[in-house]
């Protein structure tokens, strides 16, 4: 399959239950797929880094039966390689193994080389040299309220993790446990949840422990950032002091994923899913909700998206590039891929009938770096 | 173990890679290691894989614990039947790691 030479072109990284596929566009819109790459491993985790001048695909990749690991492409999948240590080890003296990479997370163009990553057993890891090797978060993995944080259906995770353009404030969101706050870089951690419901605790409200399902910043506004939470839809405009609700509006409160548009103030998504004893797009009609007012109104869209469907969207089965406009991607349980090249006005299918859809990343890259076939 | 004295060849304790696991052993399917006297099965594998870290980590987590479902057979018998990593391992015999039959 060739690729027409245009000046620049789309990368979209699909992670699944069963492998890594990679599609390319000229435009967003069509799309040419290849892989698998990782066959019978699932992808639940994939960073793309296009910092240093260079397009390196991160991948975190769990085999059932031969564990975790991450492997990094400097070449969009033509070759993979393997730290000879291996990227994430737990040290000595944890007594502890890894059991699934669940964020990586490329720091800002000020920080070259580092690369974070949110893992199971709940930790938090730090690369300084492109995420071939990392090192554990000691502030939040010797944190006195460990031995109460709990696991969500797919495990206990530190899944999402947001840093501030001066890398001293990092807030981190686990499964269960709730968001924590570093002011000081990572070296220490607090929990910040007030305003957070955990309605299926004895304390509704409690310091800690809720299912916060994924946090991101809002580009242009410091301090800001939204929250969807097992069951609630948040937003903080204190670094996390508090939070409030900005379900109103929605079809659910419900879902896994948050996004938020890579520039633009006020701007973020959500992927409503009923829930609990049911748990499926509302009334089994798949849509993208997006907010352009941080979170006082939402908007439905649905364009190009399936009618009906029961499938739900995880929590890093969806992402944005930093494109203009910027794209929406996003990936069902039921092995369908979806983008947006409008911020999610027109959706079109990138690929279906893949296994379940772990994971999305997307990136703008120089259609030179293309293969021109594989 | 062999005290710098070379070793009889058939004293040699095998370790037979399923196929998927041979790239990390330099495409070996058979891995080696001398024993004059019986070792155990966590002696074997340190052994084996001394050079081949990656496959280290396929087999045993950083806790040294053998994955879930990786299976190490001595003398047919899976060594969580026997004693674990501390099932010892007779010169000149095989030692077989075959992974559960899974997926869905």
């Known amino acids: 399959m060739g690729v027409m030479a245009t000046a620049e072109s789309y990368v979209l990284a699909i992670g699944t239950k069963k492998g890594l596929w990679l599609a390319t566009s000229p435009d967003r819109k069509d799309w040419s797929l290849s892989g698998p790459h990782f066959l019978m491993s699932e992808v639940p985790s994939i960073g793309i880094d296009t910092r240093d001048g260079r397009t390196r695909i991160l991948v975190g990749v769990r085999s059932e039966h031969w564990g975790p690991t991450v492997f990094h492409s400097d070449d969009l999948g033509g070759t993979w390689s393997e730290p000879e240590n291996g990227a994430i080890t737990f040290p000595d003296g944890t007594d502890a193994a890894l059991e699934r990479i669940w964020q990586i997370h490329p720091d800002a163009d000020s920080r070259p080389g580092v690369v974070w990553a949110g893992c199971e057993p709940i930790s938090v890891w730090k690369s300084t040299d492109g995420g071939e090797h990392f090192e554990l978060n000691r502030g939040l993995w010797d944190h006195p309220h460990r031995s109460e944080w709990g696991a969500g259906y797919g495990g206990a995770a530190a899944h999402s993790i947001v840093v501030d353009p001066t890398g001293e404030k990092v807030h981190v969101a686990m499964s269960t446990g709730g968001v924590y706050r570093s002011l000081d870089g990572g070296a220490s951690w607090e929990p910040r949840n007030k305003g957070i419901s955990a309605y299926f605790m004895p304390d509704p409200n409690p310091e800690f422990g809720q299912c916060v399902h994924k946090i991101a910043a809002d580009a242009a ?154 | 173990m062999n005290n710098g004295m070379p070793v009889p060849a058939d004293s040699a304790i095998s370790v037979i890679l399923p196929s998927v696991l041979q790239p990390l052993a330099g495409g070996q399917s058979i891995l080696t290691a001398p024993a004059e006297e019986a070792v155990t099965v966590e002696w074997l594998l340190d052994t084996v894989t001394g050079e081949y870290p990656a496959l280290s980590r396929r087999l045993r987590d950083e806790t040294g614990t053998v994955r879930r479902y990786v299976n190490i057979y001595v003398n047919g018998n899976e060594i969580r039947r026997l004693q674990g990593l501390v099932t010892t391992v007779a010169p000149g015999q095989e030692v077989l790691i075959i992974q559960s039959v899974a997926g869905g």
Not at chain 1, 264 to 271: E, F, K, L, Q, S
Not at chain 1, 318 to 336: H, I, K, L, N
Not at chain 1, 345 to 361: K, M, T, Y
Request: glycine share 10%; proline share 6%; aromatic share 8%.
């Open chain 1, 221 to 374: 506004v410091d301090g800001r950032l939204y929250a969807q939470n097992h069951h609630g839809v948040y937003r903080s405009d204190d670094n996390a002091e508090s939070w409030e609700s900005i379900a109103d509006g929605l079809p659910a409160d419900f879902g896994f994923v948050m996004l938020t548009h890579p520039r633009r103030a006020g701007t973020a998504w959500v992927i409503p899913l009923k829930a609990d004893g049911e748990r499926i797009p509302p009334d089994g009609k798949l849509a993208v909700h997006r907010t352009d007012d941080a979170g006082t109104s939402w908007k439905r869209l649905d364009a190009g998206l399936p009618d009906p469907e029961y499938n739900v969207v995880l929590r890093d089965a969806a992402c944005v590039d930093e494109a203009e406009p910027a794209g929406v991607y996003f990936g069902t349980r039921g092995g369908s891929v979806y983008a947006s090249a409008d911020e999610g006005e027109h959706f079109s299918e990138v690929a279906s009938h893949l296994p379940d859809v772990l994971c999305v990343r997307a990136a703008a890259v120089s259609a030179a770096l293309l293969p021109a076939q594989r």
